[in-house]
């Protein structure tokens, strides 16, 4: 049997309630099965489970679809219950079927083997698993289903995340310094959607000062996703700026920075998560309308979660100061 595993939805529902799920399923199978991975663009180190990982990130149906909890959406149309929605979900499961049957042909697999496919938006059971959103149907809420409330840990099996190592030398080359050398990564989370808080942070004015003190790198991230969160800085002095649209990248940076600064502005983002599933820890400085909305159970995923010596260490921006 090969398991194809098809991920449509927001990054942080994929790397809290999905990449661990399929991590534990994978203890679970036959030693002939195989476990296939589509994701984004380079986040094969999350799924180190996986005999395959196909990246879906330029599919065109996915690539201009909105991330809205497990689901692809329409820009226009973010409710995931629509007629619409339901029909570009049928058409992007129909894609990524067509791409992975040509890259495991490529790949030189036996398509004539059975094949099964679980996609995120399904929400179905399978070996006694939740997939996707399962359990908001089951709850007969499914427009609100999601992490905060429905995280089920024996749902999940986690693993601390490792870099790929292997392009430390073209991080280097970008960076113009060693990662051996002490520096700050610091990273911002944006959306032109889900703006619960419109209260914005100084974020020039408080990496000045950091940057008096030690190398301070600002990372500008776009993953190239329809609406997806991003990370983009003004010029500042005295500072190293990186762009990437990469996890491999991100993570590397992750990894070796002597301390991870991340900033939140509308929400509490999901690139929060990346350090503390990583086994660093990370400072979150955000507005206190940010922590007010009530959303994030910092203490839970911090004790249950991020058992791997990282850990999100929440400031408001009086506090940092």
Same mark, same amino acid.
């Given at each position: 049997?090969?398991?194809?595993?098809?991920?449509?939805?927001?990054?942080?529902?994929?790397?809290?309630?999905?990449? /661990?799920?399929?991590?534990?399923?994978? +203890?679970?199978?036959?030693?002939?099965?195989?476990?296939?991975?589509?994701?984004?663009?380079?986040?094969? !180190?999350?799924?180190?489970m996986?005999?395959?990982?196909?990246? @879906?990130?330029? *599919? #065109?149906l996915?690539?201009n679809?909105?991330?809205?909890?497990?689901y692809? *959406?329409?820009?226009?149309?973010?409710? @995931?219950?629509?007629?619409?929605?339901?029909?570009?979900?049928?058409?992007?499961?129909?894609?990524?079927?067509?791409?992975?049957?040509?890259?495991?042909k490529?790949? /030189?697999?036996?398509?004539?083997?059975?094949?099964?496919?679980i996609?995120?938006?399904? /929400?179905?059971?399978?070996?006694?698993?939740?997939?996707?959103?399962?359990?908001?149907?089951?709850?007969?809420? #499914?427009?609100?289903?999601?992490?905060?409330?429905?995280?089920?840990?024996?749902?999940? $099996?986690?693993?601390?995340?490792? #870099?790929?190592?292997?392009?430390?030398?073209? *991080?280097?080359?970008?960076?113009?310094?060693?990662?051996?050398?002490?520096?700050?990564?610091?990273?911002? /989370?944006?959306?032109?959607?889900?703006?619960?808080?419109?209260?914005?942070?100084?974020?020039?004015?408080?990496?000045?000062?950091? +940057?008096?003190?030690?190398? *301070?790198?600002?990372l500008?991230?776009? &993953?190239?996703?329809n609406?997806?969160?991003?990370?983009r800085?003004?010029?500042?002095?005295? $500072?190293f700026?990186y762009?990437?649209? $990469?996890? &491999?990248?991100?993570?590397?940076?992750v990894?070796?920075?002597?301390?991870?600064?991340?900033?939140?502005?509308?929400?509490f983002?999901?690139?929060?998560?990346?350090p #503390?599933?990583?086994?660093?820890?990370? &400072?979150?400085?955000? !507005?206190?309308?940010?922590?007010?909305?009530?959303?994030? !159970?910092?203490?839970?995923?911090?004790?249950?979660?991020?058992?791997?010596?990282?850990? @999100?260490?929440?400031?408001?921006?009086?506090?940092?100061?």
């Amino acid at each position: 049997m090969i398991y194809v595993f098809a991920f449509f939805g927001e990054f942080g529902y994929e790397l809290l309630n999905w990449q /661990g799920t399929i991590r534990k399923f994978s +203890s679970q199978i036959q030693p002939e099965d195989k476990i296939v991975c589509c994701s984004r663009a380079n986040f094969y !180190p999350v799924y180190e489970m996986a005999n395959e990982y196909i990246d @879906i990130s330029e *599919v #065109p149906l996915f690539k201009n679809s909105v991330a809205n909890c497990y689901y692809a *959406v329409n820009p226009e149309d973010l409710d @995931i219950l629509s007629e619409a929605n339901k029909e570009l979900d049928l058409e992007l499961k129909k894609d990524i079927k067509e791409l992975v049957f040509l890259e495991l042909k490529k790949k /030189g697999y036996d398509l004539s083997a059975e094949i099964k496919f679980i996609f995120s938006s399904e /929400g179905i059971k399978l070996n006694n698993l939740i997939w996707g959103a399962y359990k908001s149907f089951i709850a007969k809420n #499914p427009k609100y289903a999601n992490i905060y409330n429905y995280l089920d840990l024996d749902n999940n $099996t986690y693993k601390k995340i490792l #870099p790929d190592f292997s392009i430390r030398e073209l *991080v280097e080359k970008k960076l113009g310094f060693s990662l051996d050398e002490k520096f700050i990564l610091c990273q911002t /989370g944006n959306r032109e959607i889900v703006i619960r808080s419109k209260d914005l942070i100084d974020k020039e004015f408080l990496i000045e000062k950091l +940057s008096k003190e030690v190398k *301070v790198v600002l990372l500008n991230f776009k &993953t190239g996703r329809n609406l997806d969160s991003y990370s983009r800085f003004n010029q500042i002095k005295n $500072t190293f700026e990186y762009d990437c649209s $990469t996890f &491999t990248e991100q993570a590397c940076l992750v990894h070796f920075a002597q301390e991870c600064i991340f900033f939140s502005e509308g929400d509490f983002r999901s690139h929060i998560y990346v350090p #503390p599933i990583m086994g660093k820890n990370v &400072t979150v400085i955000a !507005p206190i309308t940010v922590y007010d909305i009530g959303t994030t !159970p910092l203490d839970f995923w911090n004790k249950f979660v991020f058992k791997f010596g990282g850990q @999100i260490i929440p400031k408001n921006v009086e506090d940092f100061l």
